[in-house]
C-alpha cells in the first residue's frame, strides 16, 4: 500500500513506517546529510548543500531532487 509520506512524497507504507516517515530517496539523502553533520560539521553541511544546488541548477532533470533536499533542510532544522 502506498501512503503519503512526512517528506509529501509516496511510498509503501511499511517502508515509510521505519524510515521515519520518509520516502526511500529523501531517506536516503537525510541519512546522508545527518551524517555528513556528525562527521563535518554544519559548515560542511551547508558548503555541500550549496554545491549541490549550484550543480542541481543547470540540470533540469534533478530538479524535483533539489526540492526534496531543500524540504529536508526544513526537517532536520525542525528535529
Ligand atoms: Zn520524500
Known amino acids: ?5 512526512r517528506c509529501s512524497h509516496l511510498e509503501e ?3 515509510a513506517d521505519v524510515h521515519h516517515g520518509l ?6 539523502n537525510f541519512v546522508f546529510l545527518l551524517e555528513l553533520e556528525e ?3 554544519e559548515d560542511a553541511l551547508i558548503e555541500y548543500w ?7 541548477s543547470s540540470s533540469e532533470r534533478n530538479e ?3 526540492y526534496c533536499l531543500i524540504d ?6 525542525r528535529i
Do not use: E
Open 13 to 15: 507504507k511499511l517502508y
Open 39 to 41: 562527521k563535518y560539521g
Open 50 to 56: 550549496y554545491a549541490k544546488i549550484l550543480t542541481y
Open 72 to 77: 529536508h533542510l526544513g526537517f532536520i532544522n
Open 1 to 5: 500500500m502506498m501512503v503519503k509520506t
Open 23 to 28: 520516502c526511500r530517496q529523501c531517506h536516503s
Open 64 to 66: 524535483y531532487d533539489v
